[in-house]
């Protein structure tokens, strides 16, 4: 009597120790589903993060194609008004020309060179404009960087977090093993005890398992 009560004694801490494992094991796949969960948000909030920074892309490509269009628009502006500065002046220069027409012809003259000027100075304001690339209002540059240096920092994030993961899952498939031993084990220590030491230890077993 005492041999068995030493034996079922053996065999519950033997028993203890296994459902210590399944428990680990249940904290390691809650961790993992956490780390999961953690990394799903993360990448969520690298996609918001880059698709606005793509609508900012688009706005700046817009913004470049319309200071583009408006620079040729300009151009063909001052063309034009260089050519009429050219005809008018021919036509002052021609000892032909009465005058009075001479007169009126140096007054539009100066009012295109004027326009001349204008055109010529807005021409030069695009030109540094799209030298220098600042398309964008000076608070959406800020959030600019501030959008990419989010989404490198979600990158590292994730990358970290898929590297942890993977380690856990390892470390799951381990445990996951060793409890398919411990479940071979289990049935070949079933199997040296008496029924009622069997129903016994099933009984403290599922109990245990049940409180988990």
Request: without cysteine.
């Amino acid at each position: 009597l005492v041999g068995d009560n030493k034996r079922m004694d053996e065999q519950k801490k033997w028993l203890d120790s296994e459902v210590e494992k399944i428990l680990q094991t249940k904290q390691k796949l809650n961790d993992l589903q956490v780390d999961l969960k953690r990394r799903e948000d993360a990448i969520r909030d690298k996609e918001d993060l880059l698709k606005e920074k793509n609508n900012l892309e688009l706005h700046q490509l817009r913004g470049s194609q319309q200071l583009t269009f408006k620079k040729g628009d300009i151009s063909t502006r001052l063309r034009d008004v260089e050519s009429e500065i050219a005809g008018y002046s021919a036509e002052r220069d021609r000892p032909t020309t009465p005058r009075d027409v001479k007169r009126k012809l140096e007054t539009s003259i100066a009012e295109l060179v004027s326009v001349k000027e204008k055109l010529e100075k807005e021409k030069s304001t695009l030109d540094n404009e799209m030298l220098d690339g600042k398309v964008l209002e000076p608070i959406e540059e800020r959030r600019f960087i501030e959008l990419q240096e989010g989404i490198d920092a979600l990158e590292s994030a994730i990358e970290y977090k898929t590297e942890v993961i993977n380690s856990k899952q390892r470390s799951l498939n381990e445990s996951s093993r060793q409890l398919e031993t411990s479940h071979a084990q289990l049935m070949g220590r079933l199997s040296g005890l008496s029924a009622n030491e069997n129903t016994n230890l099933l009984k403290t077993f599922f109990d245990k398992v049940v409180d988990l």
